[in-house]
């Protein structure tokens, strides 16, 4: 089974901009398509980031415009660059494959153990 480990959060201020990495394990990372989720305090995972085989994107309204996944298959990692950063991205980021089901994105392989966002001044 493929695993993922999140790595580039950190603290930022508020308009800054932070790009995550997710280090996959195993050869077929390329056939899946990837997410981003995170998690608030006392709030649900949500995903904030998604990226098919084919290379299309989609983005909740809360991140598009400020946030890019992409996919360095020959490095199994892929990325999600955030820009415009607020208090409000402050979470776990996780990355996870994800699969399209009657047209909504669910995950489908195992959690790392995420990277934390802050945004704060």
């Known amino acids: 089974q493929v695993r993922f480990v999140e790595s580039g959060g950190g603290l930022v201020q508020p308009g800054g901009s932070l790009r995550l990495s997710c280090a996959a394990s195993?050869?077929?990372?390329?056939?899946?398509?990837m997410g981003w989720y995170r998690q608030a305090p006392g709030k649900q995972r949500e995903l904030v980031a998604a990226?098919?085989?084919?290379?299309?994107?989609n983005y909740p309204d809360s991140v598009k415009g400020r946030f890019t996944i992409s996919r360095d298959n020959a490095k199994n990692t892929v990325y999600l660059q955030m820009n415009s950063l607020k208090p409000e991205d402050t979470a776990v980021y996780y990355c996870?494959?994800?699969?399209?089901?009657?047209?909504?994105?669910?995950?489908?392989?195992?959690w790392g153990q995420g990277t934390q966002v802050i945004v704060s001044s």
């Open positions: 996870n494959r994800i699969e399209n089901l009657s047209g909504s994105y669910y995950p489908f392989g195992s």
């Open positions: 990226l098919t085989q084919g290379g299309s994107t």
């Open positions: 195993g050869s077929i990372f390329g056939i899946y398509a």
